[in-house]
Protein backbone atom coordinates (compact mmCIF):
# COMPACT_ATOMS: atom_id res chain seq x y z
CA UNK A 1 0.00 0.00 0.00
CA UNK A 2 1.54 3.28 -1.08
CA UNK A 3 1.62 6.17 1.22
CA UNK A 4 4.06 8.26 -0.22
CA UNK A 5 2.04 11.35 -0.31
CA UNK A 6 0.96 11.37 3.06
CA UNK A 7 2.67 12.95 6.33
CA UNK A 8 4.01 10.47 8.73
CA UNK A 9 1.53 12.06 11.33
CA UNK A 10 -1.51 10.37 9.48
CA UNK A 11 0.16 7.26 9.76
CA UNK A 12 -1.73 6.06 12.17
CA UNK A 13 -4.50 6.55 11.21
CA UNK A 14 -4.82 5.34 8.10
CA UNK A 15 -2.92 2.45 9.15
CA UNK A 16 -5.66 1.80 11.85
CA UNK A 17 -8.87 3.45 9.29
CA UNK A 18 -7.67 0.13 6.45
CA UNK A 19 -7.50 -2.37 9.60
CA UNK A 20 -10.82 -1.31 10.99
CA UNK A 21 -13.02 -1.28 7.52
CA UNK A 22 -11.13 -4.82 5.98
CA UNK A 23 -10.18 -7.02 8.97
CA UNK A 24 -6.67 -7.65 7.32
CA UNK A 25 -3.99 -8.99 9.35
CA UNK A 26 -1.69 -6.09 10.12
CA UNK A 27 1.07 -8.03 8.84
CA UNK A 28 -0.16 -8.23 5.49
CA UNK A 29 -0.78 -4.59 5.17
CA UNK A 30 2.65 -2.82 4.56
CA UNK A 31 2.48 1.30 4.04
CA UNK A 32 5.37 3.04 1.54
CA UNK A 33 6.96 6.79 2.72
CA UNK A 34 9.66 8.50 0.48
CA UNK A 35 12.81 9.73 2.88
CA UNK A 36 11.14 13.27 1.36
CA UNK A 37 7.95 12.97 3.98
CA UNK A 38 10.48 12.55 6.97
CA UNK A 39 12.64 15.09 6.86
CA UNK A 40 10.54 17.72 8.49
CA UNK A 41 10.64 15.96 11.71
CA UNK A 42 12.38 13.34 12.25
CA UNK A 43 11.75 13.01 15.68
CA UNK A 44 8.05 13.07 15.04
CA UNK A 45 7.85 10.47 12.90
CA UNK A 46 10.25 8.21 14.42
CA UNK A 47 7.79 7.92 17.17
CA UNK A 48 4.93 7.55 15.03
CA UNK A 49 6.62 5.00 12.63
CA UNK A 50 7.49 3.04 15.78
CA UNK A 51 3.55 3.35 16.82
CA UNK A 52 2.65 1.85 13.30
CA UNK A 53 5.18 -0.93 13.73
CA UNK A 54 3.81 -1.66 17.15
CA UNK A 55 0.47 -2.31 15.64
CA UNK A 56 2.21 -5.20 13.42
CA UNK A 57 2.00 -2.87 10.32
CA UNK A 58 5.12 -3.05 7.97
CA UNK A 59 6.56 -0.01 6.56
CA UNK A 60 8.84 0.01 3.06
CA UNK A 61 10.96 2.97 2.17
CA UNK A 62 9.91 3.80 -1.22
CA UNK A 63 11.94 5.46 -4.13
CA UNK A 64 15.17 4.44 -2.43
CA UNK A 65 18.20 6.60 -3.93
CA UNK A 66 16.30 9.40 -4.65
CA UNK A 67 16.39 11.29 -1.05
CA UNK A 68 18.66 13.62 0.94
CA UNK A 69 20.39 10.83 4.06
CA UNK A 70 19.52 7.14 2.94
CA UNK A 71 22.08 5.38 4.95
CA UNK A 72 21.30 7.21 8.27
CA UNK A 73 17.55 7.22 7.68
CA UNK A 74 17.75 3.50 7.07
CA UNK A 75 19.74 3.29 10.54
CA UNK A 76 17.22 5.56 12.06
CA UNK A 77 13.95 4.45 10.79
CA UNK A 78 12.72 0.73 11.27
CA UNK A 79 12.06 -0.06 7.96
CA UNK A 80 10.50 -4.01 6.59
CA UNK A 81 11.99 -3.40 3.06
CA UNK A 82 14.00 -1.12 0.43
CA UNK A 83 12.28 -0.53 -2.33
CA UNK A 84 15.16 0.91 -4.95
CA UNK A 85 13.57 3.93 -7.11
CA UNK A 86 12.99 3.11 -10.64
CA UNK A 87 15.37 5.57 -12.51
CA UNK A 88 18.38 3.32 -11.37
CA UNK A 89 16.58 0.05 -12.56
CA UNK A 90 15.60 1.67 -16.11
CA UNK A 91 19.17 1.73 -17.88
CA UNK A 92 20.39 -1.52 -16.43
CA UNK A 93 22.23 -3.28 -19.41
CA UNK A 94 23.87 -0.16 -20.41
CA UNK A 95 24.85 2.25 -17.45
CA UNK A 96 27.36 0.78 -15.34
CA UNK A 97 27.65 3.61 -12.42
CA UNK A 98 23.47 2.39 -12.80
CA UNK A 99 24.69 -1.19 -12.32
CA UNK A 100 26.46 -0.61 -9.20
CA UNK A 101 24.26 1.44 -7.00
CA UNK A 102 21.73 -1.08 -7.19
CA UNK A 103 24.46 -3.82 -6.57
CA UNK A 104 25.55 -1.67 -3.51
CA UNK A 105 21.86 -1.06 -2.28
CA UNK A 106 21.29 -4.98 -2.67
CA UNK A 107 24.52 -5.94 -0.49
CA UNK A 108 23.33 -3.43 2.21
CA UNK A 109 19.86 -4.20 2.46
CA UNK A 110 21.76 -8.21 3.06
CA UNK A 111 23.68 -6.49 5.71
CA UNK A 112 21.14 -4.95 7.52
CA UNK A 113 18.51 -7.75 7.10
CA UNK A 114 16.31 -5.75 4.93
CA UNK A 115 14.54 -7.39 1.76
CA UNK A 116 15.30 -4.78 -1.44
CA UNK A 117 12.46 -4.93 -4.24
CA UNK A 118 13.37 -3.42 -7.70
CA UNK A 119 10.55 -0.94 -8.90
CA UNK A 120 9.78 0.09 -12.44
CA UNK A 121 11.25 -3.57 -14.39
CA UNK A 122 10.18 -3.17 -18.04
CA UNK A 123 12.19 -5.24 -19.98
CA UNK A 124 13.76 -9.18 -19.33
CA UNK A 125 17.24 -7.45 -20.06
CA UNK A 126 16.48 -5.50 -16.46
CA UNK A 127 14.96 -8.29 -15.09
CA UNK A 128 18.27 -11.04 -16.27
CA UNK A 129 20.51 -8.50 -14.49
CA UNK A 130 18.09 -8.11 -10.83
CA UNK A 131 18.67 -12.03 -10.93
CA UNK A 132 22.24 -12.26 -11.62
CA UNK A 133 22.35 -9.70 -8.68
CA UNK A 134 20.10 -11.78 -6.10
CA UNK A 135 17.34 -9.44 -6.41
CA UNK A 136 14.41 -11.29 -4.61
CA UNK A 137 11.75 -9.03 -5.03
CA UNK A 138 10.35 -6.63 -8.14
CA UNK A 139 7.46 -4.78 -9.98
CA UNK A 140 6.31 -2.95 -12.96
CA UNK A 141 5.53 -3.12 -16.61
CA UNK A 142 7.11 -6.49 -17.57
CA UNK A 143 4.98 -8.36 -14.79
CA UNK A 144 1.67 -6.37 -15.44
CA UNK A 145 -0.09 -2.78 -15.98
CA UNK A 146 -1.86 -1.26 -13.23
CA UNK A 147 -5.99 -2.05 -13.43
CA UNK A 148 -9.12 -0.99 -12.00
CA UNK A 149 -10.75 -3.75 -9.26
CA UNK A 150 -13.17 -5.15 -11.78
CA UNK A 151 -10.22 -5.85 -14.18
CA UNK A 152 -8.03 -7.22 -11.18
CA UNK A 153 -10.84 -9.51 -9.62
CA UNK A 154 -11.92 -10.75 -13.24
CA UNK A 155 -8.23 -11.84 -13.96
CA UNK A 156 -7.95 -13.69 -10.48
CA UNK A 157 -11.05 -15.44 -11.07
CA UNK A 158 -9.50 -16.85 -14.20
CA UNK A 159 -6.22 -17.83 -12.56
CA UNK A 160 -8.33 -19.57 -10.05
CA UNK A 161 -9.82 -21.36 -12.97
CA UNK A 162 -7.03 -22.35 -14.98
CA UNK A 163 -5.52 -23.25 -11.70
CA UNK A 164 -8.31 -25.27 -10.59
CA UNK A 165 -8.62 -27.15 -13.80
CA UNK A 166 -5.08 -28.08 -13.80
CA UNK A 167 -5.41 -29.44 -10.32
CA UNK A 168 -8.30 -31.31 -11.14
CA UNK A 169 -7.08 -33.07 -14.40
CA UNK A 170 -5.44 -36.44 -14.27
CA UNK A 171 -1.84 -36.80 -14.04
CA UNK A 172 0.46 -37.71 -16.94
CA UNK A 173 2.38 -40.70 -16.39
CA UNK A 174 6.10 -38.78 -15.73
CA UNK A 175 3.83 -36.79 -13.30
CA UNK A 176 2.13 -39.92 -11.87
CA UNK A 177 5.80 -41.62 -11.64
CA UNK A 178 7.07 -38.31 -10.25
CA UNK A 179 4.27 -36.65 -8.19
CA UNK A 180 4.93 -32.99 -6.86
CA UNK A 181 5.76 -32.00 -3.28
CA UNK A 182 2.67 -31.31 -1.22
CA UNK A 183 0.97 -27.63 -1.55
CA UNK A 184 2.48 -25.23 1.15
CA UNK A 185 1.57 -25.34 4.23
CA UNK A 186 -2.25 -23.68 4.81
CA UNK A 187 -2.79 -23.82 1.25
CA UNK A 188 -5.22 -26.16 -0.45
CA UNK A 189 -4.98 -26.56 -4.69
CA UNK A 190 -2.59 -24.72 -5.57
CA UNK A 191 1.07 -23.49 -5.13
CA UNK A 192 2.27 -21.30 -2.62
CA UNK A 193 3.51 -18.34 -4.80
CA UNK A 194 0.39 -18.47 -6.69
CA UNK A 195 -2.08 -18.19 -3.57
CA UNK A 196 0.25 -15.43 -2.81
CA UNK A 197 0.20 -13.15 -5.60
CA UNK A 198 -3.63 -13.79 -5.85
CA UNK A 199 -4.30 -12.73 -1.94
CA UNK A 200 -2.09 -9.48 -2.82
CA UNK A 201 -3.58 -8.94 -5.69
CA UNK A 202 -7.03 -8.47 -3.56
CA UNK A 203 -5.90 -6.93 -1.20
CA UNK A 204 -4.60 -4.40 -3.05
CA UNK A 205 -7.76 -4.11 -4.79
CA UNK A 206 -9.43 -3.31 -1.24
CA UNK A 207 -6.72 -0.99 0.22
CA UNK A 208 -7.03 0.97 -3.00
CA UNK A 209 -10.44 1.53 -2.36
CA UNK A 210 -10.04 2.26 1.21
CA UNK A 211 -7.26 4.79 0.54
CA UNK A 212 -9.70 6.51 -1.51
CA UNK A 213 -12.61 7.21 0.92
CA UNK A 214 -9.97 7.80 3.70
CA UNK A 215 -8.98 10.71 1.27
CA UNK A 216 -12.29 12.13 0.81
CA UNK A 217 -13.03 11.77 5.01
CA UNK A 218 -9.80 13.21 5.66
CA UNK A 219 -9.24 16.03 3.40
CA UNK A 220 -10.35 19.17 5.58
CA UNK A 221 -7.14 17.56 7.78
CA UNK A 222 -4.92 18.56 5.03
CA UNK A 223 -4.22 14.78 4.50
CA UNK A 224 -3.41 13.63 1.00
CA UNK A 225 -2.87 9.65 0.06
CA UNK A 226 -3.07 7.26 -2.89
Do not use: H
Not at 43 to 66: C, L, N, P
Not at 169 to 184: G, I, K, L, M, T
Not at 185 to 193: A, F, I, M, N
Request: hydrophobic fraction near 40%.
Amino acid sequence: MMAKKTRPTALCALAAFILLVTGLEPSRLELEVTEASLISDKRRAEEVMASVKAAGVRIAMDDYGTGYASLSTLQTFPFDKIKIDQSFIKPLGRDRQAAAIVRSTLILGEALGIPVLAEGVETETQLAFLDRARCREAQGYLFGKPSGAAETAERIREQWARKRAEFNAPPSPSVAANPPPPPARGVSGTGGSFASVTVTSTLMVSASVIVSNFQTRTCARNVVSR
